[in-house]
């Protein structure tokens, strides 16, 4: 039997809601070094979900990435990229969760966000520690070196 590490939510109850809400704008946090640490989906009520990467033990010397998705209410972030999505929202039609199996155990990792017009996210852990690699965000390119490739994810649709 495989032990499942579960997205942490914090103040979501319905999580397939949360991301089905039209999203106005993202706000990406970058650390020190230049990676991305956070993404932000932001509505055009202000509210949002903060995602950010965080180790979890699954036994001595092995940790597995989970996604942390957080409840946000007007307070965009700080610093970072921020980035309009257009004068409307974007409608998201589909949400993905990327699941992955290592050793015995699997992990809520990544999402997987796909929007109309032609908007498609992959927020996936970076292979440093607590670090996003993300792509499909319009104007935003940052180096990064995602822990494991696209393929190797199992997509459970969620929205």
């Keep these: 039997m495989i032990d499942t590490l579960r997205f942490e939510l914090i103040d979501i ?9 039209p999203i106005a704008s993202i706000s990406i946090g970058l650390d020190a070094s230049g990676r991305a640490s956070s993404l932000a ?4 009520d202000r509210s949002g979900i903060r995602i950010n990467s965080v180790m979890k033990d699954v036994a ?7 996604l942390r998705l957080k409840r946000r209410q007007n307070d965009f972030d700080k610093g ?3 980035i309009q999505l257009g004068d ?23 999402l997987l ?5 032609a908007l498609r996210v992959t927020i996936l852990p970076d292979s440093f520690p607590h670090s996003l690699a993300i792509s499909g965000v319009p104007g935003f390119h940052v180096k990064s070196d995602p822990e ?8 459970v649709q969620i929205v």
């Design 13 to 21: 109850a319905d999580l397939a809601k949360e991301l089905a809400v």
């Design 41 to 44: 989906l932001w509505r055009i």
């Design 148 to 155: 494991w490739p696209f393929e190797a994810f199992k997509l």
């Design 88 to 110: 409307t929202p974007t409608t998201v039609s589909a949400v993905y969760q990327l699941v992955i199996e290592e050793d015995g155990h699997s992990a809520e990792a990544g």
């Design 60 to 66: 001595e010397q092995f940790e597995l990435p989970v």
């Design 80 to 82: 970072g990229v921020n």
């Design 113 to 117: 966000l796909i929007g109309i017009p």
